[in-house]
């Protein structure tokens, strides 16, 4: 009986420990990527037609991940989303009436995850 | 035994016919313990899920052993950002061997309905994160007379879930108030005695090492350790050992669970668990 309580005990002592970690952002993965920059952000500029990029964090999961895309599904004006998990890019086809930058960033949270900014497409 | 494979077939069957109506599945977290991981606003996730369990001992504290095979089903829906409601049922088909004879018996169980609040979420990176949530729910005593504890059960818990990299740490906590007894325990929290379920999780991607454009097929490790501890004095610790594979558009799990410690008075020993489920959203 003791040697339960005591294993159940470890398990509550250390898995909360684990959890506490993260306290601070791993910006380590968002620099090193190479195929946009940041855009300064206009949250009530409305997106432009065509392919555009932002950049989410917490995409732990494909499945998980799906949450986002039926969420933004419903915002008008975004065509289809798709997701990078690798990079923590999701890349939304915009067309019109487009949505504003503050619509899609909402959509995010809403879903569940964090907006962190919109990239600007090399060549776009 | 004959009764309990019908009963499969026909869960079988169920499971099949609902998995092509649904189109998208959702998502990580482990088999056997609660996550802090909610379906986005007006989205259900729903996880239907077999589990087989063997005893060797006959519920009630009588000589014999006695096998159970349970349909369960998972459904929660995201009313708001953060906000969850949800629902338990199951169906149960048990077998019971004792020296006076045999006994099959099938029905509803009890049902819980609860809410989930998400109440703490740190995206610190790309795939990691960090989330909290707290939950209350009641089981209701919706079941057939061997399965229902006849009163409104309520409980409440929390849970964690962390991804990092290709791990994923989960742990979680609920104590139930129990009101009610059935006529023969076989879980914890069946008879009349307070129920503290304490649940640590770990799940490690195999595959893929890191995910391409368009998601990928990922393969999960997955270790839990589940206690269950009663105010009568009854405790248990099991271990199960899984596997969780998602793909962009399904997933699917199983795992064993075996006992790791068992010192029970009240309710029979657990020898092996068996859970095999899919998950799903739309």
């Not at chain 1, 380590?28 to 555009?52: F, I, W, Y």
């Not at chain 2, 996730?45 to 052993?65: C, I, L, V």
């Not at chain 2, 006994?103 to 609860?114: A, P």
Request: with cysteine.
């Amino acid at each position: 009986m003791k040697s339960i309580f005591l294993i159940a005990a470890l398990v509550g002592a250390v898995l909360p420990g684990c959890a506490s970690q993260p306290g601070t952002d791993s910006h380590d993965h968002l620099a090193s990527q190479p195929a946009a920059s940041a855009v300064a952000e206009n949250m009530d500029e409305r997106l432009n037609t065509g392919l555009n990029e932002a950049r989410v964090n917490g995409l732990s999961c494909p499945l998980c991940a799906e949450s986002l895309s039926a969420v933004m599904g419903r915002v008008e004006g975004v065509e289809s989303v798709k997701l990078d998990l690798d990079r923590g890019v999701v890349i939304i086809s915009i067309t019109k009436p487009a949505p504003t930058r503050e619509q899609v960033a909402s959509a995010i949270a809403d879903a569940g995850f964090t907006f962190v900014s919109f990239l600007e497409r090399d060549g776009g | 035994m004959q009764s309990s494979f019908q009963f499969l077939r026909a869960c079988a069957i169920g499971l099949i016919a609902a998995a092509s109506t649904i189109q998208v599945a959702a998502a990580q977290q482990p088999t056997n313990s609660p996550s802090a991981t909610l379906p986005g606003p007006g989205l259900f996730t729903y996880r239907p899920m077999f589990r087989f369990d063997k005893f060797s001992d006959a519920p009630g504290g009588a000589d014999g052993k006695a096998e159970r095979f349970r349909f369960m089903n998972h459904v929660m829906y995201g009313v708001a950002p953060e906000w969850g409601l949800f629902a338990d049922l199951s169906f149960v088909d048990r077998d019971v061997e004792t020296p006076g004879g045999d006994d099959d018996e099938s029905g509803l169980g009890d049902t819980r309905l609860g809410v989930s609040h998400r109440f703490y979420r740190n995206d610190f990176g790309p795939i990691e994160t960090f989330r909290a949530a707290a939950n209350f729910s009641l089981r209701m005593p919706t079941g057939d007379e061997e399965f229902t504890n006849d009163t409104v059960n309520p409980s409440f818990g929390i849970s964690t879930t962390t991804i990092l990299g290709r791990h994923g740490i989960g742990s979680s906590a609920r104590y139930e108030i129990t009101t009610g007894a059935t006529d023969s325990p076989v879980d914890a929290g069946d008879g009349l005695a307070d129920h503290l379920m304490l649940a640590g999780s770990h799940l490690y991607r195999i595959r893929p090492e890191s995910y391409a454009e368009g998601g990928n097929v990922a393969v999960y490790s997955q270790v839990e350790l589940l206690g269950h501890f009663e105010t009568n004095g009854d405790a248990s610790l099991d271990a199960a050992l899984g596997v969780l594979v998602e793909a962009p558009r399904w997933a699917a799990e199983c795992s064993v669970i075996l006992p790791v410690a068992q010192d029970l008075d009240e309710r029979p020993e657990s020898e092996l668990g068996l859970a095999l489920g899919v998950r799903f959203l739309f």
